[in-house]
Nanobody, 124 residues
Framework: QVQLVESGGGLVQAGGSLRLSCAASGRTFSNSAVGWFRQAPGKDREIVGAINSNGDRIYYAELVKGRFTISRDNAKNTVILQMNSLEPEDSATYRC?????????????????WGQGTQVQVTV
């Protein structure tokens, strides 16, 4: 079992930055790929990016490539989503999710454990 808790969301002006954290408990976290997903009101959930279990393979959605960075510290059971150059279109609830597998996937259905989410709002 893996429990996930996100933090770091908030209100920020366009062009600003936020750093989201995904804190995990559970002894298998270091073997799990982690994905970041977001969902804005009235829209489908979409993947933002994902990182494999040892952190050497990372995927970014095209919309955030070059602006967002994902990293992880397995010693601290934490995955970070650093978001820079934020745009109003980035406003959403962000959730981290973990797989029972070392490799990341774009398919949200392959993620077994989910956090409750943290809200990000970007104003003009």
């Amino acid at each position: 079992q893996v429990q996930l808790v996100e933090s770091g969301g908030g209100l920020v002006q366009a062009g600003g930055s936020l750093r989201l954290s995904c804190a995990a408990s559970g002894r298998t976290f270091s073997n799990s790929a982690v994905g970041w997903f977001r969902q804005a009101p009235g829209k489908d959930r979409e993947i933002v990016g994902a990182i494999n279990s040892n952190g050497d393979r990372i995927y970014y959605a095209e919309l955030v490539k070059g602006r967002f960075t994902i990293s992880r510290d397995n010693a601290k059971n934490t995955v970070i989503l650093q978001m820079n150059s934020l745009e109003p279109e980035d406003s959403a609830t962000y959730r981290c999710a973990a797989r029972r597998h070392a490799s990341w996937s774009e398919n949200e259905n392959l993620y077994a454990y989910w956090g409750q989410g943290t809200q990000v709002q970007v104003t003009v």
